[in-house]
């Protein structure tokens, strides 16, 4: 009898990239692929040894150069991913020649597409490859053309790009329209693409079939998304009840008792994710815009952003309708049936969990590729409003007032609420048997297994 298929898949060391290359790894440990899990040391040291992963996939580090204080001990972003490279590439060749010496046949390697030079590791070892994107293909396609050259973005000029409508240049990721602070990671997304044998998609047919169609005309493009725990969707993965590493601790108990206490879609849930930071002056305007709204809600500030919070915000007027904690349970808040709407800064992941739960977003985007999730939250999906900042960059207390009244009070409220719940039911369909992400899951399988 033949052994199962082996698979490496090799996030980008951070929370964001983890948890949607895991669910993959999960839905492909159901149909009897086996899959090993590469992360940093430091990861793996700080996050994997005091038992926060919860899933059943095999750990295997490596190293990044700073296997001490990981990504936050760099100098930059570019010296970070330049150590890396050069580290990395080193540190998984030692690995899989360790794999290999024990006997285990590696079939693919699924790496972020943050880490390019995973493929060329894969070349030296007659191993395809595959790159994962964790981001919307809608992103993606503008990232290409950008990345071969086939358009320009001259600010106040708009932009055009297959399965899109027309982009402003400011609605583009920041690595996009302001190359300056940017210059590591704005050469990493599509490096080495054309090398890979599979490109695979946290995405669903469903909500950008028309950018997905150009894609696929470009490269073997499987969308496997969206990358939720089975139980919050098709439910055939039993007890796959959350993405099973967590970076930080939640309040959890102290969460669901303070949402069990509100009435049905009537709490804002305010959350920026695990890497977003707000200064003082923005941590201010929407402190005052949430007593001013005087709506029920639950607001995550991690722990060393608290202290830019006003310092007499948490009085007795405000503590008698919100509730603030350094981290929750976003999955279990979001399918929560007191919420009203998520007040998110857009990521992905963040974009992906609120449409298959069926939240209205109100969409306050930080950077990279938030501000382009942002526009097709609301222009495209219609499924929430997004916040408009001033010259600053400042989003002002009276216009988040403004887009959390809409969603929850005015008859725009009611058709969004509409959208997403149409946007839900699809992505659950996605990933159900014989569902588009299904069968893409099952082709990717298939091929492993030379039965294609």
């Known amino acids: 009898m033949n052994k199962s298929p082996h698979v490496l898949l090799i996030p980008y060391p951070a929370q964001g990239h983890i948890n949607p290359i895991i669910q993959f790894g999960k839905r492909l440990l159901s149909k009897g692929v086996k899959t090993t899990l590469i992360t940093t040391i430091f990861f793996f040291n700080s996050n994997l040894t005091n038992k926060t992963n919860t899933t059943s996939i095999e750990i295997e580090p490596i190293s990044d150069g700073f296997d001490e204080g990981g990504y936050d001990s760099a100098d930059s972003s570019e010296s970070y991913l330049k150590t890396f490279k050069e580290v990395g590439s080193k540190s998984l060749g030692d690995l899989i020649k360790k794999l290999q010496d024990e006997g285990n046949k590696i079939d693919a390697i699924i790496y972020d597409s943050f880490m390019p030079w995973c493929m060329d590791v894969a070349v030296e070892f007659g191993i395809d490859g595959g790159a994962f994107f964790t981001q919307a293909c809608g992103v993606n396609n503008i990232y290409y053309h950008v990345h071969k050259g086939l358009i320009s973005l001259p600010v106040g000029e708009s932009v055009s790009v297959p399965g899109l409508p027309v982009v402003e240049w400011w609605e583009t990721p920041s690595f996009v329209h302001d190359l300056g602070p940017y210059p590591g990671w704005s050469e990493t997304v599509f490096g080495n693409i054309d090398k890979a ?208 009244k809409t969603i929850l009070e005015d008859e725009r409220g009611d058709v969004i609420r509409e959208n997403v719940a149409k946007w839900r039911d699809l992505a659950k369909l996605a990933l159900d048997e014989g569902g588009s992400s299904d069968q893409h899951i099952d082709e990717f399988v298939c091929e492993l297994m030379h039965e294609c």
């Open 197 to 404: 044998r599979w490109v695979f998609s946290n995405s669903f047919y469903q909500l950008e079939k028309e950018v997905i169609e150009w894609m696929q005309n470009m490269w073997k493009l499987k969308v496997i998304g969206p990358t939720l725990p089975s139980m919050y969707l098709d439910k055939r993965l039993k007890n796959d009840k959350d993405y099973g590493f967590n970076l930080f601790k939640s309040n959890h108990s102290e969460c669901i008792k303070w949402l069990n206490d509100k009435p049905k879609k009537s709490l804002v849930y305010i959350s920026f994710g695990s890497a977003a930071k707000l200064g003082p002056k923005q941590m201010e305007e929407i402190a005052w815009g949430l007593r001013d709204s005087n709506v029920n809600f639950l607001w995550v500030i991690r722990a060393k952003e608290q202290e830019n919070l006003p310092k007499d915000f948490l009085d007795k007027r405000v503590t008698e309708k919100g509730l603030v904690v350094a981290w929750c349970r976003q999955l279990d808040v979001l399918a929560h049936e007191s919420i009203g709407c998520f007040v998110t800064h857009c990521g992905f992941n963040s974009t992906l969990e609120a449409i298959s739960l069926g939240v209205p977003v109100v969409g306050m985007p930080q950077w990279t590729d938030q501000i382009t999730n942002a526009k097709f939250l609301d222009e495209i999906w219609g499924v929430g409003a997004r916040v408009k900042a001033d010259e600053n960059g400042l989003v002002r207390r009276g216009n988040l007032v403004s887009c959390i």
